[in-house]
């Protein structure tokens, strides 16, 4: 349904006028009024079902002269204006039925109970053709502000941080503040893979009766960039200046990932490649699962043309860089030579290196990044990276490092935790291996957890720290990253809120 296009004019009415000036891209405005003393499960199923009347939904929130207000305006209009899926809310003066006439929503919409009932919304709707809807929304509405908080809230209780690795490298968790200030020093460029991640909530009806099939209806969507875009807004969030580098489709995906990054304080520079899509992986989930999971790419290498515009669009940045990140998700981002031209360069004014290269679903060799300070594989990426298939993991690590000429490998094992490989022995030519175990007892989404650790780490190492302390750093990172559903970048304040816990 279209509102009607032939209204009075607004002007000597501001709060209509203010409404429209909101809702000026909108074709569909719905329209709910009521008290709202305590926004309750059963409001948040009615505006939902409001929401789903139209494009930009309005909540007329009643004064404190109505008779059944109980809680002061302002809370209650507070409330209100909190709710996500609410576009706009206001301070109601004067009958309901008035307010409609002069805004003409094309749908009002009102409880189910009240619908056999006396409604003086009724005329004022039919005057101008529109619609008067009830309906008080369905039960699975009711649970959308604890999905809220699931993707956006961190709990920082399922955290354990174990306190003999410390004693054994000799350094003290208060000593690791003064690290993570020095982080706001750094200047850092990253390259690689751009993935924006889509999770879409659903509310399981059940199996479908003519093939076992498991049936479900998306109660909302919620995005988040991930890949190198994530690798480079877990920098910013943790102190970094950052400069990130990447390639996108020519499609929304691309201006979302561009428009989130910049809010977030990254410097980013996209080359357009008309042969692929921006990388969009989506999660369907319900009850805290994921169910499927659906990935929107192409594979190939980017083409030579767009590889020399990225390395001298590169070039520049490295100029007053501290570390340079490849984040590698093998969809095409780094082909080889780019690599080494970069590294080449890198090299020449005494660049510290980072290399991660993931294989989850698709091949990949993290050797290929020649003479890292870090690279940060997982067990199955060192094993498909030295084809070794039985080795043992201090065997398997030192392999990689040589095979790759790195200074430090962690080696990254899932729920078991982290194997640190590094020089550091007794001797020349020694090195010493650790383990930590996983800091987080019951993560939410592990998504992403190596990009923090990655990131994290490869700071710390920058800002004087030795690697063990960057590891440990870096644990704690990921612990914390885990703890809720989503790439949303870390911060330095909670990193630091962790260690004094």
Known sequence: MRAHTAQPDPGHDPVVADIRRRAVDAQDIVFVSGNFNVVHP??????????????????????????DTVVPEQLRLEAVQAIGFVDHAFLLDGPVEELIERLRPAVVVKGKEHERRSNPEQAAVESYGGKLQFGSGEVRFSSLDLLQRELHETNFSTIRKPLDYPARHGFHLRELAPVIDRFRALEMVVVGDLIVDEYITCDPIGMSQEDPTIVVTPLRTDRFVGGAGIVAAHARGLGASVRYFGVVGRDEIAHYAEGTLRGQGVDCLFL????????????FRASGKTLLRVSHLRQHDISQELSDRLYERVLPALEQADILVFSDFNYGCLPQALVERLVVACERNGIMMVADSQASSQMGDVSRFRGMHLI??????????????????????????????????????????????????????????????????????????????????????????????????????????????????????ELLLELSL
């Open 272 to 283: 357009r490649d008309d042969s692929r899509p921006t990388t969009l992986k989506q999660r």
């Open 42 to 67: 059963g409001h948040l199923r009615l505006l939902s079902f409001a929401k789903d009347c139209g494009d930009f939904l309005v909540v007329g929130v009643n004064r404190d002269h109505d008779r």
């Open 376 to 493: 940060k594989p997982t067990e199955r990426e060192a094993r498909l990276a030295m084809h070794d298939f039985s080795s043992g993991l201090v065997v398997l690590a030192e392999g990689l490092r040589r095979k790759a000429y790195a200074r430090h490998v962690l080696l990254t094992l899932g729920a078991e935790g982290l194997l640190i490989h590094s020089p550091g022995g007794i001797g020349h030519g020694q090195v010493a291996t650790d383990r930590l175990p996983a800091f987080n007892t019951a993560p939410k989404d592990v998504s992403g957890a190596g990009d923090c650790m990655m990131t994290c780490s490869a700071m710390a190492l920058a800002s004087g720290a030795d690697i063990w302390q960057a590891a440990y750093l870096g644990a704690v990172a990921a612990a914390c990253q885990v703890s809720r559903v989503g790439n949303t970048p870390l911060s330095a304040e």
